[in-house]
């Protein structure tokens, strides 16, 4: 779940589907409109194939997916409340920047959408510590989600005190709270993908990715685009009413109450309802291998000392740099110039199909022995689209009208868009090619769950600076007022108490994008090319030679 776009931020990512190249879009990311996010990506496909012939091969069930209909239905389900909160917490960026927050508080609030692309870090505890009488998967899965309805509860009920307390909004708390959703909902996601494996027999176990991909998207969508559009005033009642009124369809509390409810019950009867591995009516318990958490963790370490892991390791960390100002910041400069949050979330849906059929058209072009050289060719292609979504911001306040903003400039931004998809896909496909090839297939699920987390990092900690330096590099005067300046919030007030006005004379904005870009030319002349040497290592180079 890589993926970008003008509208919310990270949340979601994508993951590699079990016998296809890659995903369908996310959701952060679905991102799912996200501003700044790249589809987080995992090894879904090596850990199925591992998952199934582990197996007990007398499984019988009726032929096609309708002997298990069921349990493909619960999987689709529970990814679905994955994608929940994960669409919620994309959707906070966009409602803290209609209420003017400093970008320092959107850089504090972003590493919200850091534990997808940590989670390696917990996730050998989630599979190897269980109480086997209750289950291996719901051992974490029951309690993970209670967490997460409890918390909506208690959210439901704080969130507008959060939002609107008196010298703006608690950044600080929301973070804490969203961090905790975002982590319950990562660690709920390890205990899924590993039940996925043993829920559905070998014949259907491909059905699971299908559940992932579709399930993680269609709960994104609904906590985020549905949210944003029914929230808003301005929409229902241009779109959804006969009378008009001061508030939307739903509220924000009423919205995480009803789906902390959701998760309770539904948690509750699978507790109750629901056996892993059941063996009944010629169905054997299911014995699955588990390599112990301190040799996970050590494996991880002797992976990374290997002098191309390392290389490769430190280029993924710092590829997305050129690319940050663009993708993190660029929608919520759109907000503040005047877009509505919830038109820009709807614009994430007519780009679902080109998020689909890209994957499988560059596929075409990167299944060769020099992946990576697609990625080198699409690099200054996404920089420029970078200029470009400055040159947008720049624009868009030119364009606005007393009733919004005209058809043609929302045509412009999806065009934007949809060239800025092309783009990044591009460099996904050939990063995730990449990865497969040089995989030592010995340990393949570690090793490309290593290196797809360190590529979702590679976007998560530059969107994160990127956010946290627009205010410091932003220029303000005070007009109107004498002796009062602008260099602070509370300076800022000041300057207004005295009837003066803050204008900007350099955004923080225009100075990123420009200096992004350069970085992002300097690293793809200098260690581009280095990259791209990496193909011609032999296979030796890649294999990992810690127990052998």
Not at 72 to 101: D, H
Not at 116 to 129: E, I, M
Not at 258 to 276: D, H, N, P, Q
Not at 451 to 472: E, F, H, Q, R, Y
Request: charged share 20%.
């Amino acid at each position: 779940m890589e993926h970008s776009d003008l509208t919310t931020h990270k949340n979601g990512r994508q993951r590699k589907l079990a016998g296809t190249t890659l995903p369908p879009e996310d959701m952060r990311g679905m991102d799912r409109g996200e501003s700044g996010s790249e589809p987080e990506v995992e090894d879904e496909g090596e850990d199925l194939i591992r998952g199934s012939d582990s197996e007990d091969r007398r499984r019988r069930v009726q032929p096609g997916i309708r002997g298990e209909l069921g349990n493909v239905l619960l999987l689709l389900f529970l990814y679905v409340l994955q994608g929940i909160p994960l669409g919620l917490a994309g959707s906070i960026p966009l409602i803290l920047q209609s209420k003017n927050v400093s970008y320092k508080d959107q850089a504090f609030f972003s590493f919200v959408f850091w534990p997808f692309s940590l989670k390696l870090l917990w996730a050998p505890l989630v599979d190897a510590l269980y109480f086997s009488r209750f289950g291996r998967r719901k051992s974490w899965l029951v309690p993970t989600q209670y967490l997460l309805g409890l918390f909506m509860i208690y959210l439901s009920m704080s969130v507008d005190s959060l939002l609107q307390s008196e010298g703006g909004p608690n950044v600080l708390t929301l973070t804490a709270v969203f961090f905790m959703l975002a982590f319950l909902a990562a660690t709920q996601d390890i205990a899924v993908d590993g039940w996925a494996l043993t829920m559905l027999s070998r014949e259907n176990v491909g059905y699971a990715s299908t559940c992932n991909s579709v399930g993680q998207t269609a709960g994104y969508f609904l906590g985020n685009v549905l949210f944003l559009a029914l929230e808003s005033a301005d929409f229902c009642n241009k779109y959804l009413r006969v009378v008009p009124k001061d508030t939307g369809i739903v509220t924000l509390p009423d919205f995480l109450f009803f789906w902390g409810m959701v998760f309770l019950v539904s948690t509750t009867l699978v507790a109750i309802i629901k056996r892993e591995n059941e063996h009944g009516k010629g169905k054997r318990r299911v014995h699955e291998e588990t390599q112990g958490v301190m040799e996970t963790y050590k494996l991880l370490l002797s992976i990374i000392k290997m002098p191309t892991v390392f290389t490769f390791c430190v280029l993924l960390l710092t590829a997305k740099v050129g690319f940050s100002a663009a993708d993190a910041v660029t929608g919520l400069k759109l907000v503040e110039a005047g877009v509505p949050k919830e038109q820009l979330a709807l614009l994430a849906v007519p780009m679902v199909p080109l998020q689909i059929l890209l994957p499988v058209i560059i596929s075409k072009y990167t299944a060769g022995p020099r992946p990576l050289d697609v990625f080198y060719k699409a690099f200054p292609f996404r920089l420029l689209i970078g200029l470009e979504y400055a040159l947008l911001v720049w624009w868009t306040p030119s364009v606005k009208q007393d009733g919004g903003f005209p058809i043609y400039y929302y045509a412009i931004v999806l065009l934007s868009y949809a060239l800025h998809q092309v783009a990044l896909y591009s460099m996904y496909v050939a990063c995730m090619a990449f990865h497969a090839k040089v995989s030592d297939p010995l340990i393949g699920g570690t090793y490309m769950t290593l290196l797809n987390t360190v590529t979702n990092l590679g976007g998560n900690w530059p969107s994160t600076v990127a956010l946290w330096l627009v205010d410091p590099l932003t220029s303000k005067v005070c007009d109107g007022a004498v002796g009062q300046s602008c260099g602070s919030a509370e300076e800022s007030g000041l300057c207004i108490k005295e009837g003066g006005t803050c204008l900007t004379t350099l955004d923080g904005y225009y100075v990123e994008s420009l200096v992004c870009v350069v970085i992002g030319l300097a690293w793809w002349v200098w260690l581009g090319k280095k990259m791209r040497q990496l193909q011609e290592q032999s296979p030796a180079a890649w294999r990992c030679r810690a127990d052998r």
